[in-house]
């Protein structure tokens, strides 16, 4: 089997007990699991909730608190009691586990978000195990993940996961809800996530799961894009993670597992995360150069400029349909480009006093949707 780097997400409702409370046994176990996997040479990262559930006893609540303000503190109080049970189990097998508090906003500042990946690899070439969870104590309501299933994505694909195991109380999707169908059936394999798949997904079926089917199909169709290939089921015991793996788990593979399309996490980074400062209208020739030419986008493509931006800040490319076909980085504020618009490069380079006027970069250029011409 060929050395894989994979992300295991673990929901609450495989870390709990029927009161909601964590459960050190599933704990262990999913540690004794990915202890045999990282044996044979995969490389694991780690994306386990459960703080809320580890915290809420000890403030006196009698069972997980409902409100933001409730939750906030368990889980400021659970946090560290999850990971002083992760730490004590990963080094009984001789390992030492990290842990890292992200945000939305990590992902969408550029610095942080490369700060972010610097760290966990830096973490994964030391062998350590990165063990990551919202920062929930200090997350905005509206900025945060809300469940852990959107962020295990994002960072299956900033590290290029070739597999992310999203590992929950149920064996896979079904075409409804199982736990009030009995007669639902399961999907053993997909090759992508549908609309269809969308509408069949439904909400949390525990009152300790946040999102439920439908939060990981929506995790499943963002990771899907940057070469990750998705499982969703369950695991327990030491040899069931080497059977995900091996084709074998106990749930619903999606993806086509050849492993071939990885987007640079630059590129990530613009797609998905990045701010929108402004928009840049190109003509037809540009739309051309850009999107199958791979090449950078010049002044006199340009026909109109929006918004108010600086160098570096990220704009939308808009056709002349006046759809959004791309992001990329400015070289030039919004004020320089509306000089330039539609010069050739030699007036464009005299105007702004530089050696050769781009507007953006190719590196520096992502494709969201593309058209035919
Ligand atoms: N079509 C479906 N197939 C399988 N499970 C579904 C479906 N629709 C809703 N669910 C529910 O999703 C739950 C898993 O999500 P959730 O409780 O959020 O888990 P976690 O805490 O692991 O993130 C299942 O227990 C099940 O009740
Ligand atoms: N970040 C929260 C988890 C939120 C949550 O319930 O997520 P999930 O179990 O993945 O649906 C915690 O650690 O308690």
């Not at 044979?40 to 303000?69: D, K, W």
């Not at 946090?79 to 004590?88: C, E, F, I, S």
């Amino acid at each position: 089997m060929n050395r894989q780097r994979i992300v295991m997400k673990v929901g609450s409702s495989s870390l709990t007990e029927a009161n909601g409370a964590l459960s050190l046994t599933k704990l262990r176990e999913h540690v004794a699991a990915i202890v045999s996997i990282k044996k044979q040479g995969h490389e694991v990262i780690l994306v386990s909730s459960g703080a809320i559930a580890a915290g809420f006893s000890a403030l006196g609540y009698p069972s997980r608190p409902v409100t933001v303000a409730g939750k906030q503190a368990a889980a400021a109080v659970g946090q560290g009691l999850l990971m002083q049970a992760y730490l004590a189990e990963f080094a009984k097998h001789g390992l030492t586990a990290a842990q890292l508090l992200l945000t939305r906003e990590d992902f969408a500042d550029q610095k942080r978000y490369q700060n972010a990946l610097q760290t966990i690899t830096e973490l994964l070439k030391r062998s350590a195990v990165p063990i990551i969870n919202e920062n929930d104590s200090t997350s905005v309501e509206e900025l945060t993940f809300g469940d852990n299933d959107m962020l295990s994505a994002l960072v299956s694909g900033f590290i290029h996961a070739d597999t992310l195991c999203m590992i929950t109380d149920v064996n896979g999707l079904y075409d409804s809800n199982p736990t009030q169908n009995p007669n639902a059936k399961k999907y053993h394999f997909l090759p992508n996530v549908t609309d269809d798949l969308l509408m069949v997904a439904g909400h949390a079926g525990s009152k300790v799961g946040t999102g439920g089917m439908k939060s990981k199909l929506l995790a499943a169709q963002t990771a899907l894009p940057f070469g990750v290939n998705v499982f969703i089921g369950k695991t327990s015991g030491q040899s069931t993670l080497q059977d995900l793996l091996a084709g074998k788990g106990d749930g619903t593979y999606i993806g086509s597992f050849k492993h071939e399309t990885v987007m640079p996490a630059s590129k990530q980074w613009l797609a998905v995360h990045s701010h929108v400062n402004g928009q840049i209208k190109i003509d037809k020739g540009a739309e051309k150069a850009l999107m199958y030419e791979g090449k950078s986008l010049l002044p006199v493509g340009i026909t109109s400029v929006s918004g108010s931006f600086g160098p570096n800040d990220v704009v939308e490319i808009i056709n002349e349909k006046g759809k959004v076909i791309g992001k990329g980085q400015s070289t030039l504020s919004s004020v320089d480009l509306t000089l330039i618009k539609g010069m050739s490069s030699n007036e464009a380079s005299e105007q702004v006093k530089l050696n050769k006027a781009v507007a953006i970069h190719r590196d520096q250029w992502v494709t969201l949707a593309k058209e035919r011409m």
